[in-house]
């Protein structure tokens, strides 16, 4: 019996690390048939950085103590969420920003990246 734990404990955690960009918490939770409080506790065990689960209320916290991934430019725009990250030349977004975009679009906020300054006046003109 616990050699059959281990193995779908090793599963779940492989199945996160793959699909981390597309499923959520409750999703995994489902797929393994299993409760959403196990995909948290193994979240939390297997240190799994960068995955989504909307469902489990944590924040990535630096040292700094300044919530990491926070884009450039935060406004709330006729009461929605709006966050404007902004990069230069080949400049990517960091795991810790994809991530919090991937949060506030599950929230039904709205994040930007804007490269160029055509797309600060294409935003401009859209508020």
């Known amino acids: 019996m616990a050699g059959q734990i281990k193995k779908q404990t090793l599963q779940i955690v492989q199945y996160i690390k793959d699909n981390q960009d597309a499923v959520t918490c409750g999703e995994v939770a489902a797929h ?14 297997y240190n799994l950085q960068g995955f989504l689960a ?9 040292t700094d103590s300044s919530l990491k991934g926070v884009p450039d430019i935060i406004a709330i725009v006729k009461g929605q969420f709006v966050g404007v990250e902004i990069k230069f030349g080949k400049d990517k977004l960091s795991p810790d920003q994809i991530l919090f975009k991937r949060f506030c679009e599950h929230a039904g906020g709205t994040y930007l990246v804007i490269k160029t300054v055509e797309e600060v006046d294409n935003f401009l003109l859209t508020v």
Do not use: C, Y
């Open 32 to 45: 393994f048939e299993v409760s959403k409080a196990v995909i948290t506790n193994l979240i939390s065990r």
């Open 54 to 62: 909307p469902e489990i209320t944590r924040g990535k916290i630096g």
